[in-house]
C-alpha cells in the first residue's frame, strides 16, 4: 500500500497568515493527489483534485501544488472559518490512502 | 442538490455484524460511485471499498477482503455497507461518499460525503 505522510501534524496560526501543509507519498504518485478540509463535528469536504485543480465553490486563498512524492496545500491568508483537519489522499492505486491529517488552528 | 442520508448511530456486541445505508439523490447511481471510508477516534481516514451501481460491482481492499459486502439497490437509490466479525477496532465514524466516474474510469476522488454514521462495538 502507498503510505501518505502528513506534516506538521498540527499548526496554530494568525488570522491572515499563509499556512503550508506538506503530503509526502511513498512513491510516485504523479498528479493523482486530493485534498480534503474537514471542519469540527462533519464531514470531510473535497478542497482540491489531481494536486491543484479547486474543487468548485472553494475559496482562491487555498491552493496545491506538487507532483510525484511531494505536494503541499496552501492557504494563503488564514480565515476563523479554516478551522479544521485537512486530509491529503491519493488516487493513484487502490487501496486508496490517506494522510494522518493536520489540525488547523487560530492563534 | 446532492444528497447522502446516512442510517443512524448502531451499538454492536463484538462478534456482530452492522449494516450502514446510504440513500443518494436520484441520479447519483448513474455516473457515481458510492464508496465506503471510514474513521477511528483521532485517527485518520481509511478507504473500505467502493460500489459501481451502473455494472454491480464492488471493489474491496485486501484489508477488508471476506469481512465486508457493499451492495446497492438502484430502485431506491441506497447503498449498503456489510461488516462482519465486528472487533473493538472497528468502532469508528463511517462514512459513504460519492466518486464520479469519469471517461477513463473511476476517479478515486470524493466529491460528496454523507453525515457519518458512529458505530460503537462494545461488549
Known amino acids: 500500500d502507498i503510505q501518505m505522510t502528513q506534516s506538521p501534524p498540527s499548526l496554530s496560526a494568525s488570522v491572515g497568515d499563509r499556512v503550508t501543509i506538506t503530503c509526502q507519498a511513498s512513491?510516485?504518485?504523479?498528479?493523482?493527489l486530493n485534498w480534503y478540509q474537514q471542519k469540527p463535528g462533519k464531514a470531510p469536504e473535497l478542497l482540491i483534485y489531481d494536486a491543484s485543480n479547486l474543487e468548485k465553490g472553494v475559496p482562491s486563498r487555498f491552493s496545491g501544488s506538487g507532483s510525484g512524492t511531494d505536494f503541499t496545500l496552501t492557504i494563503s491568508s488564514l480565515q476563523p472559518e479554516d478551522v479544521g483537519t485537512y486530509h491529503c489522499?491519493?488516487?493513484?492505486?487502490?487501496?486508496?490512502?490517506f494522510g494522518q491529517g493536520t489540525k488547523v488552528e487560530i492563534k | 442538490q446532492v444528497q447522502l442520508m446516512q442510517s443512524g448511530a448502531e451499538v454492536k456486541k463484538p462478534g456482530s455484524s452492522v449494516r450502514v445505508s446510504c440513500q443518494a439523490s436520484?441520479?447519483?447511481?448513474?455516473?457515481?460511485?458510492i464508496s465506503w471510508v471510514r474513521q477511528a477516534p483521532g485517527q485518520g481516514l481509511e478507504w473500505m471499498g467502493r460500489i459501481i451501481p451502473v455494472i454491480d460491482v464492488a471493489n474491496y481492499p485486501q484489508k477488508f477482503q471476506g469481512r465486508i459486502t457493499i451492495t446497492a439497490d438502484k430502485s431506491t437509490t441506497t447503498a449498503y455497507m456489510d461488516l462482519s466479525g465486528l472487533r473493538s477496532d472497528d468502532t469508528a465514524i463511517y462514512y459513504c461518499?460519492?466518486?464520479?466516474?469519469?471517461?477513463?474510469?473511476?476517479?478515486?476522488?470524493?466529491?460528496?460525503w454523507g453525515q457519518g454514521t458512529l458505530v460503537t462495538v462494545s461488549s
Open positions: 512513491q510516485d504518485i504523479n498528479k493523482n
Open positions: 461518499a460519492r466518486e464520479p466516474i469519469g471517461p477513463y474510469g473511476v476517479t478515486a476522488l470524493f466529491d460528496y
Open positions: 489522499q491519493q488516487s493513484d492505486k487502490s487501496p486508496y490512502t
Open positions: 436520484a441520479g447519483t447511481f448513474n455516473s457515481y460511485t
